[in-house]
């Protein structure tokens, strides 16, 4: 444990989970107590200005400042209390993965996790991440009840959506730009077991998985479905759709029930970072696993009992799966457009399918109402996330023309996923982004809050 | 800031009305650039080369630019990311080839030939440099030549003053990895152009935009050094290695 006044400092090459793009910064660790050392280094940091970092599970250029300060703030290590309603506060550093271990035994759940453990919870509130359960829970910002905030002057404020709320939800999917998150107060969900209760279905082509979903998913807290992006012609969109909640007490097996909080996820294997260049994904491999992934789901199975980490985070067991794309790394694509617009979805994954650029993690979600905060991303319609190899030929035209399709019909990017689109598509795309600008010039006049991100899209009206 | 598909958003081009430097910028624009500058001694020419490559979303900027001027290149690179922000990448392409008749026998055709090809370049990469490694990201891609592979008799002040440049690159280019900046030398063999205009062609002739070509796919492979065309690697190492008789006999101009 490095002493608290002793903080490490390096220029390090910093990228995305992707591994793309990547860039040099003035690293330095804190822990989250230590906001004095933190507001000093942030004081000091030069025209390139600071950034807080966490995980880097950001597929793209959001947690990284070339050229600048990107300051890591750790998890403490005191015990976490939970209030009898189920409000948690803790340091922005912890990570979902430590805090579900703490929080799981004791009856409770995060009430929001994407499909990895690996993100901070600073993280989880710059990026508004969202779930599995966005249609009826919304997300991660829709359950915090407070923040504390550190401010480019230095001072440290709490926000929240009673006290100085145009900056809480400015803060919320402000993807680290109005200011650094200390502590984070949410409320968490009561659970009986640390199981799932999961129904699981075949769908054989798009249409029918998106009636599916609307007609269905309202029945579930959690649903999502993986769609083959390789499939053609009358295939288009097969996949396979994932719906379930957490599993009452007399679901569980007897064998089960004498723990029934039971978790203690584990990594199976991991990844070396001894990959051939090309990485071992290509159209071919990507083609194959699709056939065997989509045969191996059962046409319909109901009620199976599942472990949290098996439901929600399959990707965890292997640890740096993104070293599997090679030197020329991932570039993850997400949208949403909005109800109505299934047009527009259905050409995206036509021309995806005829690209010849392949996809092995393509997911379909319908979000539900989106929350107040002006760039977050979610708002009701379909969403899709894809991986596509950072070499695929062409990627570029293809992934500009898909911008115009999402664009047109009045959807948006995900910023936490972004590594490729330009200012237009987030004018576009976030009709509020002149609100949050001048609430967050408001705190940050003189722009200390800089990122990759913002200077590629132009997130900012003001750089130092 | 450049994207994960390595489409530059801001382009610096010294040497702004060279064929391949030209080409290469015309081969990287995407949807994605927004600034292109093309900073050159003779401005006028500079201005038509940015009309024909000016469009509604992409602002052309035309600078003057002295290679010789060392004095002024800094000023020139941080003007452009003061005006434009950071610079994605930058072209370094204003080397002269000069007649090799004069050169090698005139003393001070020689030093002036120096003076731009090894001194300003040597200085403008600096320059460059300095801004990238501030930024902590970007790319330079340094025009160089067969002909400093192994220098010919035919021109060898010009010759000379690519194999001094690649050494250069070669060193600080290692230096700069580190600092998130990417250094590439290019090496065309002979290309059709305004340089090579009435000369005769060598063997594996090639065009302006196959070096760019070339040029774009080593950016994206992060390349130390790309052969334009790619088969010239190996006729070199071959070349390179021949016997000094031999090679003197060779009937290469």
């Known amino acids: 444990m490095r002493p608290l006044s002793a903080p490490a400092t390096s220029r390090r090459l910093l990228s995305g989970w992707g591994l793309t793009n990547p860039t040099t910064a003035d690293t330095r660790e804190y822990p989250s107590a230590d906001s004095a050392a933190i507001a000093s280094a942030v004081a000091e940091a030069g025209e390139r200005g600071a950034l807080a970092r966490g995980l880097g599970r950001s597929y793209g250029d959001a947690a990284q400042n070339g050229g600048g300060l990107v300051v890591r703030v750790t998890g403490a290590d005191d015990a976490v209390e939970i209030t009898p309603d189920g409000v948690v506060t803790v340091s922005a550093g912890t990570s979902l993965d430590d805090l579900l271990r703490i929080v799981v035994p004791r009856g409770w759940f995060v009430p929001v996790t994407p499909g990895t453990r690996f993100v901070t919870v600073g993280g989880a509130v710059a990026c508004d991440i969202h779930g599995k359960n966005h249609h009826l829970e919304g997300s991660f910002g829709s359950h915090v009840v407070a923040l504390t905030l550190l401010l480019a002057s230095g001072e440290v404020v709490t926000v929240s959506p009673a006290e100085r709320p145009e900056l809480f939800w400015a803060t919320i999917g402000g993807m680290g730009l109005t200011g650094i998150v200390l502590e984070a107060s949410f409320r968490l969900l009561p659970i009986a077991t640390s199981r799932m209760s999961v129904d699981t279905g075949r769908l054989p082509d798009l249409d029918a998985l998106m009636a599916e979903m609307s007609e269905g998913d309202d029945r579930f807290r959690y649903s999502v479905a993986w769609i083959d992006l390789v499939a053609k012609g009358r295939h288009l969109g097969r996949s396979v759709l994932t719906r379930g909640d957490h599993a009452a007490l007399d679901q569980l097996a007897p064998a089960d029930s004498s723990s029934p909080l039971e978790y203690g996820p584990r990594q199976l294997v991991s990844v070396p970072p001894v990959v051939p260049p090309m990485g071992v994904l290509n159209h071919a491999t990507i083609t194959a696993f699709n056939e065997f992934w989509y045969r191996k789901a059962p046409q319909r199975r109901v009620g199976e009992i599942q472990g949290i980490a098996q439901f929600f985070h399959p990707l965890d067991f292997v640890g740096s799966w993104n070293r599997l794309y090679g030197t020329q790394g991932m570039v993850q694509y997400q949208f949403v457009v909005p109800l109505g617009e299934e047009q527009a979805l259905r050409t995206v994954v036509e021309r995806l399918s005829s690209s010849g650029a392949a996809s092995f993690l393509a997911v379909l979600k319908r979000f539900g109402e989106s929350n107040d905060a002006p760039l977050g991303f979610p708002r009701a319609g379909w969403t899709l996330a894809l991986d596509l190899p950072g070499g695929s030929r062409g990627l570029g035209d293809l992934l500009h023309g898909l911008d115009r399709v999402v664009l047109d019909a009045g959807g948006r990017h995900y910023l936490a996923k972004d590594a490729h689109t330009t200012p237009d598509a987030v004018r576009r795309g976030y009709p509020r982004l002149d609100e949050w600008r001048q609430v967050r010039d408001s705190v940050d006049p003189t722009g200390r809050w800089q990122s990759d991100l913002s200077r590629r899209l132009g997130l900012t009206t003001v750089s130092a | ?253």
Not at chain 2, 5 to 23: F, H, R
Not at chain 2, 61 to 87: C, L
Not at chain 2, 143 to 171: C, H, I, M, T
Request: hydrophobic letters at 50%; a neutral charge.
């Open chain 2, 1 to 253: 800031m450049q994207n994960a598909l390595g489409e530059p958003q801001t382009i610096l081009l010294l040497g702004g009305t060279s064929d391949i430097g030209v080409a290469i910028v015309r081969r990287l624009l995407s949807p994605t650039t927004r600034t292109v500058v093309l900073a050159c001694r003779d401005t006028a020419r500079g201005d038509a080369v940015a009309a024909g490559l000016r469009h509604d979303s992409l602002t052309v900027e035309v600078v003057a630019f002295d290679g010789a001027d060392a004095a002024s290149h800094s000023a020139v690179v941080e003007g452009v990311a003061a005006r434009h922000g950071d610079i994605d990448l930058v072209v370094v392409a204003f080397a002269v080839l000069g007649d090799g008749a004069v050169t090698s026998r005139d003393p001070v055709a020689a030093f002036e030939l120096l003076q731009v090809n090894v001194s300003g370049t040597v200085s403008a990469t600096i320059a460059a440099a300095n801004r990238l490694r501030a930024q902590g990201h970007g790319s330079i891609v340094l025009l160089s030549s067969v002909a400093g592979e192994r220098v010919r008799a035919a021109n060898p002040v010009y010759g000379g003053s690519k194999a001094g440049v690649d050494g250069f690159a070669q060193g600080l280019g290692d230096g700069l990895a580190a600092d998130g900046v990417h250094l590439m030398v290019v090496r065309p063999g002979f290309v059709h152009s305004a340089m090579t205009a009435g000369l005769e062609p060598a063997p594996f002739a090639t065009t302006p935009e196959h070096v760019a070509e070339c040029v774009a796919r080593g950016l994206r492979g992060r390349r130390r050094m790309v052969w334009a065309p790619g088969v010239l690697r190996g006729v070199f190492m071959v070349l390179r290695h021949l016997p000094g008789a031999v090679w003197r006999r060779l009937p290469l101009g």
